[in-house]
């Protein structure tokens, strides 16, 4: 009968801290980082040492090595190999299709049930939109009365899902009578996946805003932008006075009567060039030609 991990890795989205721990309890019973080597076939006698510091990296082949290495079998290892993959990604899309295939696991379902309701507030445009229709004082728990009111319409089980999920997160809760009211609650994630969730819930967003072209009328919206010229040390300056904006229109808000309509607002603050330097050419360009004398 073949050995079983002393560890559950679906419990986590760091392959570096799963092997961190498997070490961890292992070396009560006397194992040592070059025994971990011997049973791996590796020459390093402290390679997974440099792995757990971040040191080192593992390739595809070395992660399904280090999975067997750790006792981790079928669907076990194909995890850890996702996850190493996870972890390791460069870019977002990368990042995201290992994140899909890891939250495909029936057991990581089960074991990071919070986890998927971060990433379904993240990526579902519609989840904060309902949790804010709640403070409407027009608002009816209906699934099918809300999906009406959403642009584009919703199904119900969608509403009622978005409800199920909302709760969870503590974004919503039920009064002593069983309404629903808003929570100050504050979303957050795990530190391996924040960037991903909040990069993903700025694309829907920034999506929705691109459909409003065609789905809102123009007296209802205002899609507007500007395009200038700064010098790098006014970042800091132009972001401060966007937090303070959107500040005022939060306070704006809930100085407001009796409120309506769910909006969304979107500012997107990013560079068109690369920064130039006095004799206009970036650093980049000047740092290449001096390599080239």
């Given at each position: 009968m073949?050995?079983?991990a002393s560890i ?14 498997y070490?961890r309890?292992?070396?009560?019973r006397g194992?040592?980082y070059?025994?971990?080597?011997r049973?791996a ?5 402290n ?12 390739t ?9 290495a ?6 076990a290892s194909?995890y850890f ?14 990042r995201?299709?290992a994140y899909?295939?890891l ?10 049930k919070l ?5 379904a507030y993240?990526a ?10 709640v403070?409407?004082?027009q608002?009816?728990?209906d699934?099918a009365?809300?999906?009406r009111?959403?642009?584009?319409e919703?199904?119900p089980?969608?509403?009622r899902?978005?409800?199920?999920t909302?709760l969870?997160?503590?974004l ?7 309404h ?9 994630t ?8 909040i990069?993903?819930y ?6 929705r805003?691109?459909h409003?072209?065609e ?7 205002d899609?507007?932008?500007v395009t ?5 040390s006014q970042?800091?300056a132009?972001?401060?006075?966007l937090?303070r904006?959107r500040?005022e ?7 407001a009567?009796?409120r309506a ?9 990013f560079?068109?060039?690369?920064t130039l330097?006095?004799?206009g050419?970036?650093?980049e360009a ?7 004398r």
């Amino acid at each position: 009968m073949s050995k079983r991990a002393s560890i559950d890795v679906f419990r986590y989205l760091d392959y570096r801290a799963f092997l961190a721990e498997y070490y961890r309890i292992k070396k009560r019973r006397g194992f040592s980082y070059r025994a971990f080597s011997r049973r791996a076939g590796l020459a390093s006698p402290n390679y997974l040492k440099l792995v757990i510091e971040a040191k080192r990296n593992l390739t595809p082949e070395m992660a399904l090595t280090f999975a067997e290495a750790c006792e981790l079998h079928g669907e076990a290892s194909e995890y850890f190999a996702q996850l190493v993959r996870f972890n390791q990604a460069r870019d977002d899309e990368t990042r995201n299709d290992a994140y899909h295939r890891l939250s495909g696991f029936r057991r990581y379902r089960r074991a990071q049930k919070l986890e998927l309701a971060h990433a379904a507030y993240h990526a579902t445009w519609y989840l904060p939109a309902i949790r804010e229709l709640v403070s409407s004082s027009q608002f009816r728990e209906d699934p099918a009365w809300i999906g009406r009111q959403l642009m584009p319409e919703v199904k119900p089980r969608e509403v009622r899902a978005a409800l199920d999920t909302l709760l969870e997160l503590e974004l919503l809760e039920r009064d002593p009578e069983g309404h629903l009211l808003q929570t100050s609650a504050v979303v957050t994630t795990g530190a391996q996946t924040q960037s991903m969730h909040i990069g993903n819930y700025h694309r829907e967003m920034m999506q929705r805003a691109a459909h409003s072209i065609e789905l809102v009328p123009a007296a209802e919206r205002d899609l507007t932008s500007v395009t200038f010229c700064i010098e790098p040390s006014q970042m800091p300056a132009f972001k401060e006075r966007l937090t303070r904006f959107r500040r005022e229109l939060l306070d704006l808000s809930d100085s407001a009567g009796p409120r309506a309509r769910v909006m969304q607002l979107n500012l997107q603050l990013f560079p068109l060039t690369r920064t130039l330097d006095a004799s206009g050419t970036t650093p980049e360009a000047a740092k290449s030609k001096e390599n080239e004398r």
